[in-house]
């Protein structure tokens, strides 16, 4: 069983700036690409950003300059920083991961609980 647990999200005004934290953690092989998702009331979860395991990000037009994912191989840790935030990127904001577990034969899609980011004007 593999968990992913995010931190960092809370309250912060337009301009300004969080940094999300997502670690994985139980029976990990190995992990390939892992990203940021993000859901606003009432609306489809879309994606932020991915990182593969070489490092190589993805990004949306939308974040694009604004937002650096990172992760930390070692520690199967992901990070968003997040900066220039605006109203709009209010939303609960989810880890994923494609995790090979140590018992298992292929990636397995893993998500986190969320994490709520308000951010006000």
């Known amino acids: 069983q593999v968990q992913l647990v995010e931190s960092g999200g809370g309250l912060v005004q337009a301009g300004g700036s969080l940094r999300l934290s997502c670690a994985a953690s139980?029976?990990?092989?190995?992990?390939?690409?892992m990203g940021w998702y993000h859901q606003a009331a009432g609306k489809q979860r879309e994606l932020i950003a991915t990182?593969?395991?070489?490092?190589?990000?993805n990004y949306p037009d939308s974040v694009k300059g604004r937002f650096t994912i990172s992760r930390d191989n070692a520690k199967n840790t992901v990070y968003l920083q997040m900066n220039s935030l605006k109203p709009e990127d209010t939303a609960v904001y989810f880890c994923?991961?494609?995790?090979?577990?140590?018992?298992?034969?292929?990636?397995?899609?893993?998500w986190g609980q969320g994490t709520l980011v308000t951010v006000s004007s």
């Open positions: 994923n991961a494609r995790v090979l577990f140590t018992t298992g034969s292929t990636y397995v899609e893993v």
């Open positions: 139980g029976s990990i092989a190995s992990i390939s690409v």
């Open positions: 990182i593969t395991a070489k490092g190589i990000t």
